[in-house]
Nanobody, 127 residues
Framework: QLQLVESGGGLVQPGGSLRLSCAASGFTLDAYAVGWFRQAPGKEREGVSYISSSSGWTKYAADSVKGRFTISRENAKNTVYLQMNSLKPEDTAVYYC???????????????????WGQGTQVTVSS
Protein backbone atom coordinates (compact mmCIF):
# COMPACT_ATOMS: atom_id res chain seq x y z
CA GLN A 1 0.00 0.00 0.00
CA LEU A 2 1.39 3.36 -1.05
CA GLN A 3 1.14 5.98 1.64
CA LEU A 4 2.67 9.04 3.23
CA VAL A 5 2.60 9.51 6.97
CA GLU A 6 3.21 12.85 8.65
CA SER A 7 4.40 13.20 12.22
CA GLY A 8 5.89 15.79 14.53
CA GLY A 9 2.95 18.10 15.00
CA GLY A 10 1.75 19.32 18.36
CA LEU A 11 1.16 22.30 20.59
CA VAL A 12 3.94 24.88 20.79
CA GLN A 13 4.22 28.39 22.17
CA PRO A 14 4.77 31.37 19.86
CA GLY A 15 8.43 31.60 18.96
CA GLY A 16 8.92 27.87 19.35
CA SER A 17 9.98 25.24 16.84
CA LEU A 18 8.73 21.97 15.45
CA ARG A 19 10.09 19.55 12.90
CA LEU A 20 7.55 17.73 10.79
CA SER A 21 8.39 14.46 9.09
CA CYS A 22 6.82 12.89 6.03
CA ALA A 23 7.66 9.23 5.68
CA ALA A 24 6.78 7.18 2.62
CA SER A 25 5.92 3.51 2.63
CA GLY A 26 5.20 1.21 -0.26
CA PHE A 27 7.21 3.31 -2.71
CA THR A 28 10.58 5.02 -3.03
CA LEU A 29 10.23 8.69 -2.30
CA ASP A 30 13.51 9.79 -3.91
CA ALA A 31 11.93 9.79 -7.37
CA TYR A 32 9.25 12.20 -6.23
CA ALA A 33 9.13 15.89 -5.53
CA VAL A 34 7.39 16.64 -2.25
CA GLY A 35 5.28 19.56 -1.15
CA TRP A 36 4.09 20.63 2.28
CA PHE A 37 0.65 22.20 2.52
CA ARG A 38 -1.42 23.48 5.38
CA GLN A 39 -5.08 24.09 5.98
CA ALA A 40 -6.52 26.20 8.75
CA PRO A 41 -10.21 25.99 9.72
CA GLY A 42 -12.39 27.76 7.19
CA LYS A 43 -9.50 28.37 4.81
CA GLU A 44 -8.29 26.75 1.62
CA ARG A 45 -5.32 24.42 1.57
CA GLU A 46 -2.20 26.42 0.79
CA GLY A 47 1.26 25.45 -0.33
CA VAL A 48 3.96 26.01 2.27
CA SER A 49 7.11 24.55 0.76
CA TYR A 50 8.38 22.25 -1.98
CA ILE A 51 11.50 20.25 -2.69
CA SER A 52 12.50 18.61 -5.93
CA SER A 53 13.46 14.96 -6.10
CA SER A 54 17.16 15.82 -6.27
CA SER A 55 16.87 18.47 -3.51
CA GLY A 56 18.32 20.92 -6.00
CA TRP A 57 15.28 23.12 -6.04
CA THR A 58 13.25 24.32 -3.07
CA LYS A 59 10.41 26.77 -2.84
CA TYR A 60 8.66 28.54 0.00
CA ALA A 61 5.42 30.43 0.27
CA ALA A 62 6.23 34.09 -0.15
CA ASP A 63 6.54 36.16 3.02
CA SER A 64 4.46 33.96 5.28
CA VAL A 65 7.06 31.27 5.96
CA LYS A 66 10.22 32.23 4.08
CA GLY A 67 13.15 32.56 6.43
CA ARG A 68 11.41 30.61 9.19
CA PHE A 69 10.73 27.22 7.56
CA THR A 70 13.27 24.90 5.96
CA ILE A 71 12.44 21.88 3.83
CA SER A 72 14.88 19.01 3.42
CA ARG A 73 14.90 15.36 2.53
CA GLU A 74 16.78 12.26 3.54
CA ASN A 75 16.29 9.76 0.78
CA ALA A 76 18.06 7.00 2.67
CA LYS A 77 15.21 7.20 5.20
CA ASN A 78 12.53 7.78 2.56
CA THR A 79 11.58 10.91 4.47
CA VAL A 80 11.10 14.63 3.90
CA TYR A 81 11.23 17.16 6.73
CA LEU A 82 9.85 20.59 7.41
CA GLN A 83 11.74 22.48 10.10
CA MET A 84 9.57 25.27 11.44
CA ASN A 85 11.13 27.99 13.59
CA SER A 86 9.80 31.21 15.11
CA LEU A 87 6.30 29.84 14.96
CA LYS A 88 3.38 32.24 15.06
CA PRO A 89 -0.28 31.72 15.98
CA GLU A 90 -1.16 32.16 12.31
CA ASP A 91 0.87 29.04 11.52
CA THR A 92 -1.79 26.98 13.30
CA ALA A 93 -3.21 24.47 10.83
CA VAL A 94 -3.26 20.86 9.76
CA TYR A 95 -0.08 20.24 7.80
CA TYR A 96 -0.02 17.77 4.93
CA CYS A 97 2.75 16.40 2.78
CA UNK A 98 2.18 15.33 -0.80
CA UNK A 99 4.31 13.64 -3.44
CA UNK A 100 4.36 14.17 -7.19
CA UNK A 101 6.29 12.10 -9.72
CA UNK A 102 6.38 14.68 -12.46
CA UNK A 103 8.00 17.93 -11.24
CA UNK A 104 5.38 20.48 -10.31
CA UNK A 105 7.78 23.40 -10.92
CA UNK A 106 5.93 26.71 -10.93
CA UNK A 107 2.65 24.89 -10.23
CA UNK A 108 3.91 23.49 -6.92
CA UNK A 109 1.21 25.25 -4.91
CA UNK A 110 -1.60 23.53 -6.83
CA UNK A 111 -2.83 20.56 -4.74
CA UNK A 112 -4.27 18.93 -7.88
CA UNK A 113 -0.73 18.34 -9.20
CA UNK A 114 0.12 15.80 -6.52
CA UNK A 115 -0.22 12.03 -6.70
CA UNK A 116 -0.15 11.00 -3.04
CA TRP A 117 -1.19 12.69 0.19
CA GLY A 118 -0.66 12.03 3.84
CA GLN A 119 -3.41 12.20 6.45
CA GLY A 120 -2.11 15.40 8.04
CA THR A 121 -0.67 16.42 11.39
CA GLN A 122 -2.05 19.19 13.60
CA VAL A 123 0.18 22.12 14.49
CA THR A 124 -1.15 24.52 17.11
CA VAL A 125 0.76 27.63 18.08
CA SER A 126 -0.66 29.16 21.22
CA SER A 127 0.39 30.51 24.59
Amino acid sequence: QLQLVESGGGLVQPGGSLRLSCAASGFTLDAYAVGWFRQAPGKEREGVSYISSSSGWTKYAADSVKGRFTISRENAKNTVYLQMNSLKPEDTAVYYCAAVLLPASSMWTDPARYDYWGQGTQVTVSS
